[in-house]
């Protein structure tokens, strides 16, 4: 399905609009090293959903979805000043899973290039189980037909 070009426009302003009241607004001292990973909005555009990471441990990461929920008014006060819409777009803060599951796949490639060298180090002491070449050639010598 086609992705509305008004909406993705709309989300990239949110995502400025929120990355700009957080830094310039919002001072709630359990707000961490927090980045705006995406931002999604409905086609309709009644809803917005603002992705985020935290740099930290699992305590700032709860401490920092903590002050987001807090903010959010604050967040969507701003949006409603910065966006030329008739509705201001409820917000959202989801904790993006993207570093977790690019931990996850770094993970899986380690161990399969230690497979693969582990093939490669089997596969270059292998001897092979009959001749070289297993497939018949004509006598040399009884060629003359």
């Known amino acids: ?66 002050a987001l929920e807090s903010a959010k008014g604050l967040i969507r006060r701003e949006l409603g000043r910065g966006l030329s819409l008739r509705l201001t777009p409820s917000v959202e803060f989801v904790l993006d899973g993207l570093p977790e599951n690019a931990a996850s796949i770094e993970h899986l490639l380690d161990e399969a290039r230690h497979r693969d060298a582990q093939t490669a180090s089997a596969a270059s002491s292998a001897a092979y189980a009959g001749e070289e070449d297993p497939y018949r050639k004509p006598d040399e010598e009884g060629e003359e037909d």
């Open 1 to 66: 399905m086609k992705e509305n070009p008004r909406a993705r426009k709309i989300a990239d302003r949110i995502r400025q609009i929120t990355v700009d009241a957080l830094r310039n607004e919002v001072k709630d001292p359990r707000l961490g090293f927090v980045t705006i990973t995406d931002v999604r909005v409905t086609g309709d555009l009644q809803n917005a959903t603002v992705f985020y990471t935290v740099l930290g441990s699992q305590e700032e990461i709860t401490d920092s979805g903590v």
